[in-house]
C-alpha cells in the first residue's frame, strides 16, 4: 500500500480553491529556498537576517497579505492562513516574523491609524523596506495587560511615552514600534519612529526558543512624539486586544506546519531507520504513535479552514480564535515531543527540525495569549461571566 502524507489522508486540499493552492505553493517554495537551508544554523547562532527575510517576502505579497490597499495584497484569511502554515513549517520564527509586521504592527496602523500614517509606514512595510514591531507586553504585565506601566502625558502639542516593554518580536531591527500606553483617557497607542531620541531596544540574548528571530526589551525615556504619532481611531484597551486576536488567527496554522513538519521528519526517520530487522515505522507502538498524531493534525487543520472561511465571511469572535489557538497550538507541541521519541537520540540533533519546533512551540504555546488565558477567555464565552484575575 502507498504511504500518504499525514494531510493527504481525507484529501483535505479538496477543501481549497486553485488561488488557495497556489499561495501555500508559492509560500512553501520561498521558504524551502530561503530559510530552510539555513534556519538550523539560524538557531544555533541566535541570529536571523531579518531585512533580507523582509525583503523577499514583501516581493511575493506575504507581508500584511490580508489587508487591503497600500501596497498590501488582499489575500483572503485562508490564503493568509496557509502561508503562515508554511511559513512555520520551517520555523516559528520565520512565522512570527511575518505575522508580527502584518498583523500586529501593519494591522494596528491600518486599522486605527490616520490616512497619513497608512500613507508613511504601510507601503514601505508591505514592501519589507520598513520593518514594525509592536509594544504591548511589559516586564511586569503579560496576561494583564490593562495594568500597564507604560504612561503617556502631554506636553503641549505633543505627547511624552515613559515606560518599557519586554518580549517585543522584531524591535531590535525595527524602523517603526506601535507603543503602546496608559494616559489620562485610557489606553492609547502610537506609530513611533525606532530613531526618535530616549527610544532603545535592546536584543534579548540567552533564548533557548525562538532563536531564529529578533526579540527585544524597549526603554522608553521620555520619547518625545508629536500628536500626529498618535493613532487617532484606537480608544482603550480593546483596540490592542483586537490586534492581538488579529495575529492569534496566523498562529492558528502555523501551529500546524511545525506540526506537519515534525510528523513528516518523524515518518521519514521511521520508515528508514532498522532495529531488530525491520523499520520501525513497521512496529505497532510506533504505527500508532503516526495514526494518533496524524488523527491531531487533520482536525486542527479542519478547525483551521473552518475559523478561516467564516473569518472570510461573517468574521470571528474572540473566543473562536481562542478555540483555534488553544487546540492547535497545545495538539502541536504534542506531537513535536511525541515525535522526538520516535527518533530517539537523534531526535535532540539540530540535524533533525523536531526538538526545534518542540522549542519554539514552547513559545508559540505563550505568546498571544497563554494557554489559561485562551481558556477563560472561552469559558466566559460559555458562561457569560469574567472569571480574570479570579
Known amino acids: 500500500m502507498a504511504a500518504v502524507s499525514p494531510l493527504d489522508l481525507l484529501d483535505l486540499d479538496d477543501l481549497l480553491s486553485e488561488e488557495e493552492r497556489e499561495v501555500r505553493a508559492l509560500a512553501r517554495r520561498v521558504v524551502d529556498d530561503r530559510v530552510r537551508p539555513y534556519v538550523a544554523d539560524w538557531y544555533e547562532r541566535g541570529e536571523v537576517p531579518v531585512r533580507e527575510l523582509a525583503l523577499e517576502f514583501g516581493k511575493l505579497g506575504l507581508l500584511g497579505m490580508h489587508l487591503t490597499g497600500y501596497g498590501c495584497a488582499g489575500a483572503s484569511a485562508v490564503a493568509y492562513g496557509l502561508a503562515c502554515l508554511e511559513l512555520e513549517a520551517a520555523d516559528s520564527g520565520v512565522r512570527s516574523l511575518v505575522s508580527v509586521q502584518g498583523s ?4 494596528a496602523i ?17 514592501a519589507g523596506e520598513l520593518i514594525g514591531c509592536f509594544g504591548l507586553t511589559e516586564p511586569d504585565h503579560g496576561s494583564d495587560p490593562g495594568n500597564m506601566a507604560t504612561r503617556a502625558r502631554r506636553d503641549g502639542d505633543d505627547w511624552i511615552l515613559t515606560g518599557g516593554k519586554m518580549w517585543i518580536t522584531n524591535a531590535p531591527v525595527a524602523d517603526v514600534a506601535v507603543i503602546w500606553a496608559r494616559a489620562e483617557e485610557g489606553v492609547v497607542g502610537f506609530a513611533v519612529p525606532t530613531a526618535t531620541e530616549g527610544f532603545a531596544a535592546r536584543e534579548v540574548r540567552l533564548k533557548l526558543s525562538l532563536r531564529a528571530s529578533a526579540t527585544g526589551e524597549i526603554t522608553l525615556d521620555d520619547v518625545r512624539v508629536p500628536e500626529s504619532a ?13 490586534c492581538l486576536t488579529e495575529a492569534r488567527f496566523g498562529i492558528i496554522w502555523g501551529a500546524l506546519g511545525a506540526a506537519r513538519d515534525c510528523l513528516d521528519a518523524a515518518i521519514a526517520y521511521a520508515t528508514s531507520r532498522e532495529q531488530f530487522g525491520r523499520p520501525i515505522a513497521g512496529f505497532q507502538l510506533t504505527q500508532a504513535k503516526l495514526a494518533d498524531m496524524a488523527l491531531e493534525l487533520q482536525k486542527g487543520y ?50 533533525y527540525p523536531v526538538l526545534r519546533h518542540a522549542n519554539n512551540l514552547e513559545s508559540v504555546l505563550t505568546y498571544e495569549g497563554t494557554s489559561e488565558i485562551h481558556q477563560l477567555v472561552i469559558g466566559q464565552g460559555l458562561t457569560g461571566l469574567n472569571a480574570f484575575g479570579g
Not at 500586529?104 to 494591522?107: E, I, K, S, V
Open 104 to 107: 500586529l504592527a501593519m494591522y
Open 110 to 126: 491600518w486599522k486605527y491609524g490616520s490616512e497619513e500614517q497608512k500613507q508613511r509606514w504601510l507601503p514601505g512595510m508591505a
Open 230 to 242: 498618535r493613532l487617532p481611531e484606537a480608544r482603550g484597551l480593546r483596540a490592542p486586544l483586537s
Open 302 to 351: 479542519l478547525l483551521a479552514v473552518h475559523l478561516g472561511r467564516r473569518a472570510d465571511s461573517v468574521g470571528l469572535r474572540p473566543e473562536q480564535v481562542s478555540v483555534g489557538k488553544l487546540n492547535n497550538v497545545r495538539e502541536a507541541i504534542k506531537i513535536a515531543r511525541e515525535c522526538r521519541t520516535i527518533l530517539g537520540a537523534n531526535g535532540i540533533s539540530g540535524e
